[in-house]
């Protein structure tokens, strides 16, 4: 298999040895025309699948429009996009129906907004004397690559050789209570954490512990701040990942799944209290709020607001669950977290690293990446059909038996490649039934072709948001033919 090289391109990122030309809803080919199901989602940037209709629509609608004024002055997205994320967050949060929002473009702009309102707040409002607020986080925490969030990280590839870092951080155990409560001082403004950890593996805190975040910092006057750029917008089975415990932080941090995977939006949204204090010149940016942007971030919040993405990220994160729980009673994954359609899984070493597994993964036509040496994050867009799912987990257990017997399975298929280069399915190959007696097939759509080059004129259709629709897997490997069962 060979390696992608990116000759122009400084070595940020070490990407698994593909190419990708085009996508749509769960699927992607690469530019051999190999078909994959992807199940990283743009770590969940892609919640609503690849090229949804109705977000592909919105932008081609507002790209003939206007697409930036800067913030020198108003557009008429702009007051439209705030107010659909009040009616959607706002009530989640203690802003309530009064929440503020500041937009911004990377998750990452937006946990450094919610930094500064909360220094500021405890300057202005709380008499916190000038440059001594400290703000609480947690070990484990992956907030962002600017100097200041990696400053906050215990990762060592994150962290090291990028210093000195800013002050005014404490870092203590994420879920321990206790620990948050002995670093709380007279000069802490803010918790800032998030509600489950996606880069460290999908690390979910024991049930007490946002709750009694909350209580705490009640108590004690501080700003709860939830960084929910991954865990948010219905990855979790949840429009917000603090809903589980029925919490309602001060703040809470957006990004990825709010932009719908084609422009990057973010905001933060919350108590006015808090974020009335960034008044004119103390903050801002030239592209957050954009009506591009907008426009792509009212229709995403538009999907959400009608409850079917979490709903079924909910239904589908229980059948993810079982299987991988099955997985670890075989021995062949050593653990397993789920939270709505959203895993972390560790590979036993003997068997291999996560990025062996990942790559054994891409042989059979699932695409997922590693995290932390031994542990992959799973979380395919949340419009996927469950004979997809179990497709993929099934691909999941052959690849972790490959790995375990030293070599590839013998299975149906082996040696076989299909014909083609576009994607085509043979005729002889249907989808094979993975799915249970009673599963609903209320419709009869098939899963897409790879659609063409792009039509600015015509959106894409998109099948896969249709709830009860059959699906066929990926049709192309770069090995063997998929086989309805594992093993």
Same mark, same amino acid.
């Given at each position: ?11 940020? #990122?070490?990407? @698994? ?10 699927? &992607? ?13 743009? #770590? ?8 949804? $209709? ?31 994320? /009040? ?13 503020? /929002? &500041? ?10 907004? +919610? ?7 405890? #300057?202005? &409002? ?34 090291? !050789? ?18 948050? +409560? ?44 939830? =960084? ?11 429009? @917000? ?6 919490? $309602?932080?001060? @703040?809470?941090? @957006? ?53 079917? #993405? ?20 075989? !021995? ?33 036509? /699932? ?5 932390? +040496? ?43 490649? =299909?014909?083609?280069? =576009?994607?085509?399915?043979? +005729? ?15 419709? =009869? ?43």
């Amino acid at each position: 298999m060979a390696e992608t090289t990116h000759g122009a391109l400084a070595p940020t #990122y070490h990407p @698994l040895p593909i190419t990708i030309a085009r996508a749509h809803g769960t699927h &992607v080919w690469d530019t051999d025309g190999n078909e994959f199901l992807d199940f990283l989602s743009g #770590y969940s940037a892609l919640n609503f699948g690849h090229l949804h $209709q109705g977000l592909v629509a919105a932008a081609m609608t507002q790209l003939r429009q206007v697409t930036l004024t800067s913030r020198a002055f108003d557009h008429d997205r702009l007051e439209e996009f705030a107010q659909r994320l /009040v009616e959607v967050v706002g009530p989640l949060t203690t802003g309530g129906e009064d929440s503020l /929002v &500041v937009p911004m473009n990377t998750g990452a702009e937006a946990v450094e907004t +919610a930094i500064k309102a909360v220094r500021k707040w405890g #300057y202005d &409002v709380r008499g916190i004397p000038a440059d001594q607020a400290t703000i609480i986080v947690a070990g484990g925490n992956f907030h962002g690559r600017t100097t200041t969030l990696v400053g906050l990280s215990d990762d060592p590839v994150a962290h090291d !050789g990028f210093g000195p870092f800013a002050p005014g951080f404490v870092r203590v155990p994420f879920g321990d209570l206790a620990a948050v +409560a002995d670093a709380v001082d007279d000069t802490t403004v803010a918790v800032l954490m998030e509600p489950v950890q996606g880069e460290a593996g999908v690390v979910v805190p024991p049930d007490d512990f946002w709750p009694g975040l909350r209580a705490l910092t009640a108590e004690k006057n501080i700003a709860l701040v939830a =960084d929910e750029v991954q865990s948010g917008l219905g990855r979790t089975g949840t429009t @917000l990942a603090c809903e589980l415990w029925d919490v $309602q932080p001060d @703040l809470v941090c @957006l990004g990825k799944a709010l932009g719908g995977g084609i422009v990057a939006v973010s905001a933060v949204v919350g108590k006015p209290e808090i974020l009335n204090v960034l008044t004119a010149g103390t903050h801002g940016s030239t592209f957050g709020g954009n009506p591009l942007a907008c426009a792509v971030g009212v229709a995403a919040l538009d999907l959400l607001s009608t409850g079917q #993405y979490q709903a079924r990220a909910a239904a589908s994160g229980k059948v993810l669950q079982e299987r991988l729980d099955a997985l670890v009673d075989q !021995g062949l994954l050593t653990g397993a977290r789920c939270v709505g359609l959203w895993a972390g899984i560790d590979v036993d070493p003997s068997l291999g690293t996560g990025r062996e597994l990942c790559e054994a993964l891409l042989e059979r036509g /699932v695409l997922a990446k590693d995290t932390h +040496a031994s542990t992959i994050r799973l979380s395919p867009p949340l419009s996927i059909v469950q004979p997809e799912l179990e497709m993929a987990l099934d691909i999941l257990e052959e690849s972790l038996v490959a790995l375990r017997d030293g070599g590839p399975e013998d299975g149906p298929g082996e040696g076989s490649e =299909d014909g083609g280069s =576009d994607g085509e399915a043979p +005729a002889e190959e249907p989808a094979p039934e993975t799915g249970t007696a009673e599963e609903p097939t209320a419709s =009869d759509a098939e899963t897409p072709e790879a659609p063409p080059e792009a039509d600015a004129a015509t959106p894409s259709a998109d099948t896969s948001d249709i709830p009860d629709a059959k699906a066929a897997p990926p049709r192309k490997r770069r090995r063997s033919k998929l086989s309805p069962t594992a093993g």
